[in-house]
């Protein structure tokens, strides 16, 4: 297997309007989810692989998804009451308070079971529960949302990760397991189809740089790494557990993978490896992951 090579900062971070990466990009948070449904937020240290508990967030949502910059993580969508009563509803992390508030909702309300991907400006939420190809664009510093370009495939139950200009939605569900991607282009609010993963599956979880991302589980521990660049995707390195239902953010180097129990498998992209994280404070099932992303939505 090709060794990945280390993120590069992308040129179009140098326009002064990319925001600080908070602490280091040091962290990771994790909220929403069931059994039960839950508000509660673990935050994740990579370099001591452990996990405490943050600032609840304001909506106990069921499968919600997360995107963010620097300084905020926005969790939207997911069900209110667990598998039914879909909501539009978003909070809004700040990660140097460890507090949420009500953000605006996003336009359109079966974003439950949806993916999320963003840069520093704004989160692209897309796919939902039935599957559909809609998309909502939630801009940070106004708290507001609108209806986006819809992806080129319908989903649910998919994953995204991306760049400081796009963002890979890939696999899910619209009846079968997908190895489909649809590359969101967030200048244009336009999609294309991008390459498949290496294999079907729904119910997975990605996590990337600004070189790869890295989709992995769907009731297995198998990962696919997605190279942008070329829009082709190999086989990756198996997480250290099978999981579905479960949530994965990272930083410049590691992807971290949790849920739906309390085991965590922590990815390094350069060298194609997991190894076992610590344990999360809260794991649920269908939760969402949050963190800031040097090149990609901080620096």
């Not at 809004?92 to 520093?120: C, D, E, H, I």
Request: charged fraction near 5%; charge should be negative.
């Amino acid at each position: 297997m090709p060794l990945i090579q280390p993120f590069q900062y992308e040129p179009s971070i140098y326009n002064g309007s990319m925001s600080v990466c908070y602490n280091g990009a040091s962290f990771a948070i994790f909220s929403g989810g069931y059994d039960p449904v839950s508000s509660i937020t673990s935050i994740y240290t990579y370099s001591s692989n452990t996990s405490v508990a943050g600032g609840n967030i304001t909506y106990t949502p069921y499968s919600p998804s997360g995107a963010g910059n620097g300084t905020l993580g926005v969790f939207g969508g997911g069900a209110s009451d667990g598998y039914s009563d879909e909501t539009s509803a978003t909070s809004v992390y700040t990660y140097s308070t460890n507090t949420a508030v009500t953000g605006g909702n996003l336009s359109y309300s079966t974003a439950t079971q949806a993916a999320a991907a963003g840069n520093t400006n704004i989160g692209v939420f897309g796919g939902g529960n039935p599957a559909t190809s809609t998309t909502s664009i939630y801009t940070y510093s106004k708290n507001t949302a609108v209806a986006g370009g819809n992806l080129s495939y319908t989903m649910n139950y998919g994953g995204a990760a991306g760049t400081s200009t796009i963002g890979v939605f890939g696999g899910g569900s619209n009846g079968d397991d997908s190895s489909i991607t649809s590359i969101y282009t967030y200048s244009s609010n336009s999609t294309v189809a991008g390459g498949h993963l290496s294999y079907n599956a729904a119910d997975i979880a990605a996590a990337g740089n600004t070189v790869v991302g890295v989709f992995g589980g769907g009731n297995v521990s198998t990962t696919s790494v997605y190279t942008y660049s070329s829009n082709t995707a190999v086989a990756g390195a198996n997480l250290t557990f099978t999981t579905w239902a479960f949530a994965a953010a990272g930083n410049s180097t590691t992807g971290v993978f949790a849920g739906p129990t309390t085991d965590v498998s922590l990815y390094t992209y350069a060298s194609n490896t997991a190894v076992t994280g610590g344990a999360l404070y809260n794991p649920q099932h269908n939760m969402a992951g949050n963190a800031p992303n040097p090149g990609v939505n901080c620096y």
